[in-house]
């Protein structure tokens, strides 16, 4: 009985540490490039710095970064940048030397 309790509690304990570490806001909004968004991607001639630039076709802000998929190194993202109505920008981001370089590029979109 003890052990069932100690077991629910360490279950409540780390539940509720992870969902404070998460904004819900973040996890729910984010969401990949759809067709208010016309996004490009590339990688640099090193192979290990990519790029993604976003134009906004819709009629409300939006924030995007890159996220690049890093081969043999942890993953990396861009900044979170803010686009405008009919405005573009971009978000980079760099793979660690130690890894193997960019295996691919996409961006993290979010509505403002």
């Given amino acids: 009985m003890r052990t069932r309790r100690r077991a629910l509690a ?3 304990v780390l539940t509720l540490t992870t969902m404070a570490q998460v904004s819900p806001a973040e996890a729910a909004a984010m969401r990949p490039p ?14 290990f ?6 134009k906004n076709d819709n009629h409300h802000p939006i924030e995007f970064r890159a996220v690049i998929i890093c081969g043999m190194s942890w993953d990396a993202t ?12 971009s978000s980079s981001g760099r793979c660690s030397q130690l890894g193997t370089g960019v295996g691919g590029v996409s961006a993290d979109v979010r509505d403002l």
């Fill in 10 to 12: 360490l279950w409540a």
């Fill in 34 to 47: 759809g067709s208010g968004e016309a996004c490009t991607y590339s990688v640099s001639q090193n192979g």
């Fill in 49 to 54: 710095e990519a790029t993604a630039v976003c």
């Fill in 78 to 89: 861009g900044d979170w940048v803010t686009v405008q109505p009919g405005k573009r920008r």
